[in-house]
């Protein structure tokens, strides 16, 4: 696990994590609407003050995407099994708004349906996502095919990205929580490739229709699930969603080769004066 951060010296491994994270909570949040700039959402990171004329609740959610960070990280170093608490947990930092709601709840699975319009082929289809009733008994199903997932699918690249995939198509699947399911896939899911030793793959908020098209083709094709319901059908259906996260890790996967071309340079510099 962390194999990317191997052989850097501590300051390069340290800037790396960095733009691991600011990256990833940049491009997380943005997604879902947040309007900081990735320079913005840097420095709100590192010097901790605000920016004139940015909603508040824009940075509260990068500070607590980046603490959500910190808690995958964690569950990575121990490598012990997910539990429904730790994605309570998880919740809790991702979901920052702080109105008391019982249809709301934060860090508890939800209590209303929920759904979206999934527009296809100049159609609009209310896609619904599992029930309430059936969230506990399939989110107890999804936690085993996640542990199953790390345990089986973290040999290779290719593994780890087949991982990502099945984790987060599955997550998504159910939206066990009344908002912030996005974001908890896309952190959560990457337990296991970081586990494999791979940085995280991070979705471009460029990109952001190219991934709802994709997830909203793989919903479509499977339908909506239920407490009887396989929680993976259809694997055909997943390769266009493969295809775009694969694609999608290049920026994280370019952070870490230009930081071991620092390391290699500072390495043959030190050579040479010795």
């Known amino acids: 696990m962390f194999d990317f951060l191997q052989n850097l010296d501590n300051d390069i491994r340290d800037a790396l994590l960095i733009q691991l994270r600011n990256l990833w909570t940049h491009t997380s949040t943005a997604i879902e609407g947040n309007t900081l700039t990735l320079g913005e959402t840097a420095f709100v990171l590192e010097e901790e003050l605000t920016i004139s004329g940015k909603p508040l609740k824009d940075h509260e959610e990068v500070v607590g995407h980046a603490r959500a960070i910190d808690l995958i990280y964690d569950l990575v170093r121990t490598g012990s099994d997910l539990t429904e608490q730790d994605l309570f947990d998880l919740h ?9 709601d019982v249809y709301k ?3 508890r699975w939800k209590v209303e349906p929920n759904s979206t319009v ?4 100049d159609r609009q289809i209310i896609f619904e996502y599992a029930s309430p009733k059936d969230v506990p008994d399939l989110m107890q199903n999804w936690l085993s095919l996640f542990q199953k997932t790390c345990k089986e699918n973290t040999a290779s690249k290719e593994d780890a990205l087949a991982a990502y995939v099945c984790c987060h198509v599955s997550f998504v699947r159910i939206h066990p929580f009344w908002d912030g399911n996005g974001r908890m896939a896309r952190l959560i899911s990457n337990v296991p490739v970081i ?25 479509l094709s499977a339908g909506t699930v239920t407490a009887r319901s396989e929680l993976l059908p259809r694997v055909d259906k997943v390769d266009r969603f493969k295809r775009f996260c694969a694609e999608s890790w290049s920026e994280s996967i370019k952070l870490v080769d230009d930081a071991h071309g620092k390391q290699k340079k500072r390495n043959k510099q030190k050579n040479e004066n010795t």
């Open 92 to 100: 809790k930092a991702v979901q920052t708004e702080r109105i008391v």
């Open 195 to 219: 586990r494999a030793g791979y940085p995280p793959i991070i979705i471009p908020k460029e990109r952001r229709q190219e991934y709802i098209e994709a997830l909203s083709e793989y919903h």
């Open 118 to 121: 999934i527009v296809s082929s």
């Open 105 to 107: 709840p934060v860090g």
